[in-house]
């Protein structure tokens, strides 16, 4: 399978204390003091790592892998990174257990004739020729093979058992993008920041709005725990809308007719 690359501990935790920073400025933090732990912007940065991986088609990547088949084995585990496999082709017409080798004279020709001397002879009828011939030796000898994907267990079901060892076939894949890069990219980083916001401001909403009023001279203090979790709420709306209206960088739907 393809290799993803694994980012620094260094670069990801300074991203992360980036956004944490945002949130306690905007906040009021040197102003006022928080009363959230470490541990609640953690949570705060996980659920909007999930939210916008759930809610926006800009979360994943488009991506290509090899699998290299064993003789009668149909199930193979995938990464934990694939989301999902869309197409699967074969790079030949596959080891079918038997030795030797397979020479096509159409293929050969082919060759012959576009590669070897190309611009000096062929024409338009011997491509036409060829390209129907590929299509046609596609269909007979599985060019493509029929599959299922478990998105939860990540096990690829080949539907046609391999009768051969060591054929490399070619996944086309989506894959989660990993979380350096949600937040390297700025428009992912977005939405991560305001959401991680909202919910600070619902966390710190709560805690202040079990204590409403302290007791003190003159009074006392009344806290804003209210107004913090409306606030909260209404910026994690508009965070959902703006995904629904394309503006973190998803891929608006396709014309519909009918």
């Not at 993008?177 to 991680?196: G, M, W």
Request: charged residues 20%.
């Amino acid at each position: 399978m393809a290799n993803l690359e694994t980012p620094s501990p260094t670069d990801y935790n300074k991203l992360k204390n980036m956004v944490f920073d945002y949130t306690k400025l905007r906040l009021g933090d040197q102003m006022v003091e928080l009363e959230l732990d470490p541990a609640h912007y953690n949570n705060a940065l996980t659920r909007a790592i999930e939210v916008f991986r759930t809610r926006s088609s800009a979360a994943v990547e488009e991506s290509f892998a090899f699998l290299t088949t064993q003789r009668n084995v149909q199930i193979y585990t995938l990464p934990e990174e694939i989301v999902s496999v869309t197409k699967i082709w074969r790079r030949s017409l596959g080891d079918l257990g038997n030795a030797g080798s397979q020479l096509d004279p159409f293929s050969q020709g082919y060759l012959n004739v576009y590669i070897l001397n190309a611009g000096r002879s062929g024409g338009l009828l011997s491509y036409e020729l060829f390209q129907n011939f590929n299509f046609q030796v596609g269909r007979m000898f599985g060019q493509e093979i029929d599959f299922y994907y478990n998105l939860v267990t990540k096990k690829l079901t080949l539907i046609r058992r391999p009768a051969g060892t060591g054929e490399h076939l070619l996944l086309q894949t989506y894959n989660l993008k990993p979380e350096v890069q949600l937040l390297t990219d700025y428009r992912s980083l977005t939405f991560i920041k305001e959401y991680v916001l909202a919910l600070s401001m619902l966390s710190l909403g709560e805690a202040r709005e079990k204590y409403s009023t302290i007791i003190g001279p003159g009074g006392g203090t009344t806290l804003n725990g209210q107004s913090l979790k409306a606030a909260g709420t209404e910026l994690i709306k508009k965070c959902e809308e703006d995904i629904a209206l394309y503006k973190f960088g998803e891929t608006p739907l396709s014309l519909l007719i009918g």
